[in-house]
């Protein structure tokens, strides 16, 4: 619930870096949930932090760290909060009931898959409270905040400069945020939002140049490169999503890679390997279907070649066999797994535990002609290659979930195979797709072999006459889907 953009190990980077502990006090700006002040107080148990941000999420949050309420009341779409609260609800339930409303402005559209998403968590209110609550007092118990200003993220800076204390922040990586969301959010909640200015991201050299002129200790984090500013710290979050923090320290540089041992979105170690790579017009109707269990690295090392680039992927933690999948000894694809940490309520409505389930964590297919990742996604619900996880659990796997970034609205390569059971704004400013779709299946009781007789037959455009011919057989109907 509190994670945020910033990721963990460029924050951990920062800290062993530049000496905060120096600093006479600390102003953070656009604290969002806190990961930068909860990280530095961990380290810093006596150092005095304030936080800042104008979001009624953040806000809500900063106000109960520092226990000065604000008045908060839910209406419209959201009046059944209200009414379960009653006038006397303690002001940390209140925060608690906010966080619950961020999670329904998520599914707030006016479509089936909102509405189904919307009604299981309004039914389910009372429970998920409760949990939102926990993790409320959980946070208010371990960051002891010394202030926390709703207002303009300059005025912050103006604040810092008065009390020579210092100045640290991530700022937006874009302008503006989700509107459906916060559209949603204004039209069922009352408060009283601060004023305020939106960061351009344009703007963060000229912030820096402001900040070097004011003359305090200072630390932005950004994933812009800018040759005019001098960089104390690097950190490679992924194959092509880099940080840079900038700061008036100069007596260190950590220019740093994090592998999946130290970061869990890292892409981890690679390993290459001899394979040949899938060639569709090789393909007959009764090609060989191989299934080869996967080491880590070779798969590591498929999957940065193949995976669009913005997905950060891992293959570390609690995450079960992987596998090959080989046709007529040419490679075309990995699929790996991982248990499912939550309920899914499906588009067909039907109900499923996370002991029922498996989740895909990745489904790379080193090929994009034909339809060929349709093939591997297809082949990931089948029971033959989830048995073994099945064995290990003592429990049926009767369903397999997805979760696919598009700038789409739907995406081609899970449509009509599987089924689309959500649909939501993506917030990751990083990743820089417009949608977030959770997609699901159930599990096939077809082998591998079948299935690929399958997709031949209905996707892959191909012929089956002409294929065993040896011969070209895209149609030109098939060479335009594709």
């Not at 839910?74 to 609260?85: A, C, E, G, P």
């Not at 694809?333 to 535990?353: C, F, L, Q, W």
């Not at 033959?384 to 979760?403: A, D, G, H, R, W």
């Amino acid at each position: 619930m509190f994670a945020g953009s910033i990721p963990h190990g460029c924050v951990e980077q920062l800290l062993k870096v530049v000496p905060l502990g120096h600093w006479s006090s600390v102003r953070v700006a656009w604290s969002g949930a806190f990961i930068l002040e909860q990280s530095i107080l961990s380290r810093y148990p006596d150092l005095e932090v304030y936080g800042n941000d104008v979001s009624l999420y953040s806000c809500s949050l900063g106000k109960a760290l520092i226990n000065e309420p604000i008045d908060i009341n839910f209406h419209s779409r959201l009046q059944f909060i209200q009414d379960y609260l009653g006038k006397d609800a303690p002001y940390s339930i209140k925060v608690a009931a906010v966080l619950v409303a961020y999670e329904l402005s998520k599914y707030a559209s006016d479509n089936i898959y909102g509405k189904k998403h919307f009604d299981y968590i309004q039914e389910a209110f009372p429970e998920i409270l409760i949990k939102f609550h926990l993790k409320i007092e959980a946070l208010i118990e371990r960051t002891k905040l010394k202030g926390f200003f709703s207002g303009d993220w300059k005025e912050q800076v103006k604040e810092a400069a008065e009390s020579g204390g210092g100045f640290i922040a991530f700022p937006p990586l874009k302008k503006g945020g989700p509107k459906k969301m916060q559209d949603f959010l204004d039209s069922s909640i009352s408060w009283e939002p601060p004023s305020f200015n939106h960061f351009d991201p344009k703007e963060l050299s000229s912030t820096i140049d402001w900040l070097k002129s004011l003359g305090i200790p200072y630390c932005l984090g950004s994933d812009q490169f800018l040759q005019e500013h001098e960089k104390c710290s690097y950190f490679i979050r992924s194959r092509d999503n880099s940080f840079y923090v900038y700061s008036d320290f100069s007596g260190r540089n950590s220019l740093r890679h994090y592998s999946n041992s130290q970061d869990t979105r890292a892409s981890g170690s690679a390993e290459p390997f001899l394979y040949t790579p899938i060639d569709t017009a090789r393909l007959r109707k009764k090609s060989k279907v191989e299934i080869v269990k996967a080491e880590q690295n070779n798969l590591n090392f498929i999957k940065n070649i193949y995976l669009a680039k913005g997905i950060s992927h891992s293959f570390s933690g609690n995450i079960k066999p992987a596998y090959f999948v080989f046709i007529d000894k040419m490679l075309a694809g990995g699929i790996i797994y991982k248990p499912s940490d939550y309920a899914v309520i499906t588009d067909s409505g039907i109900h499923y535990e996370p002991s029922q389930m498996l989740r895909i964590l990745s489904d790379v297919c080193v090929s994009t002609q034909n339809k060929c990742s349709k093939l591997i996604s297809m082949i990931a619900t089948s029971r033959s290659l989830i048995l073994p996880i099945q064995n290990q659990k003592l429990n049926k796997i009767e369903y397999i979930t997805t979760t696919a970034f598009s700038n789409s609205k739907m995406s081609m390569k899970y449509r009509g195979i599987f089924e689309l059971n959500s649909r939501r704004p993506s917030t990751d400013e990083i990743d820089g797709y417009d949608y977030v779709l959770q997609y699901g299946s159930k599990v096939s009781e077809l082998q591998p072999h079948q299935l690929y007789r399958i997709w031949f037959d209905k996707y892959s455009g191909l012929k089956s006459k002409t294929r065993n011919n040896g011969q070209q057989s895209s149609s030109r109907k098939a060479e335009k889907l594709n």
